[in-house]
């Protein structure tokens, strides 16, 4: 299932201009989006409900914060919120997460941001 995810996230960027490669494997990033130089390092979840809990995936946050994040890029969170909003587009959310915060972030929708804000990162 995850996979489908997956690629409607792809369709979904390259319907915005970005040029996306999808990277398969449990604890590699997902997908690597590029557009006007600029390069999104990207980890797509699905959750069912309001709330996706980063906690439960403490190996990969914690290698994202390893290798990515302390080498100064940034990974984005694409959280797919299944069954949550009316149209494909609104039901996922973009988050970049602040590594430097104690804990394990939680991702809720009303927090995330809109496919057409992360382009503007």
């Not at 409607?8 to 915005?16: D, F, G, N, P, R």
């Amino acid at each position: 299932m995850t996979a489908r995810y997956e690629r409607e996230l792809k369709k979904l960027l390259e319907q915005h201009g970005f040029f996306v490669i999808r990277s398969a494997g449990s604890l590699s990033l997902d997908l690597i989006a590029i557009k006007n130089g600029k390069t999104l390092l990207i980890e797509q979840k699905t959750v069912h409900s309001d709330v996706f809990y980063t906690v439960r995936k403490k190996e990969q946050f914690d290698l994202n914060r390893d290798l990515y994040h302390e080498k100064g890029l940034n990974v984005i969170y694409a959280v797919k919120f299944v069954g949550k909003a009316k149209s494909l587009e609104d039901s996922w959310r973009f988050f970049k997460i602040d590594y430097g915060a104690p804990g394990y972030p939680i991702l809720r929708y009303k927090n995330g941001k809109k496919i057409e804000e992360v382009i503007q990162l």
